[in-house]
């Protein structure tokens, strides 16, 4: 069975810092390239970063260059998000996705292109 299990969620205020972890189970991790995308209350889902199957390749959505790093580490099966300098906007709930596609497409592909999900982690920016 697949499993993408995210943790690391929280309450923060303006300008702190969190790290997300997703845990993958299931299939073969180090095969696939993952992403982060985010859906903030009441709007769609926004793609974040992404990063190959090898680690070698990282990409970011423009508003969160600089703030934000996407690693994996595939000895243990996990992808991570640091976030730092966060702001309220950064306020959604986060998902890490797989798919076994070349990292630049990543940023291109809806929600029903990617095989795999996980459940989400809140994270909420507030003072």
């Known amino acids: 069975e697949v499993q993408l299990v995210e943790s690391g969620g929280g309450l923060v205020q303006p300008g702190g810092s969190l790290r997300l972890a997703c845990a993958a189970s299931?299939?073969?991790?180090?095969?696939?390239?993952m992403s982060w995308v985010r859906q903030a209350p009441g709007q769609g889902l926004e793609w974040v970063s992404g990063?190959?199957?090898?680690?070698?390749?990282?990409i970011y959505a423009d508003s969160e260059k600089g703030r934000f790093t996407i690693s994996r580490d595939n000895a243990r099966n996990t992808l991570f998000l640091q976030m730092n300098s966060l702001k309220a906007e950064d306020t959604a709930v986060y998902y890490c996705?797989?798919?076994?596609?070349?990292?630049?497409?990543?940023?291109?592909?809806?929600?029903?292109?990617?095989?795999?999900w996980g459940q989400g982690t809140q994270v909420t920016v507030s003072s």
């Open positions: 299931g299939f073969t991790f180090s095969s696939y390239s």
């Open positions: 996705a797989a798919s076994p596609v070349p990292a630049w497409r990543l940023r291109f592909m809806g929600k029903d292109e990617y095989p795999y």
């Open positions: 990063i190959s199957g090898d680690g070698g390749s990282t």
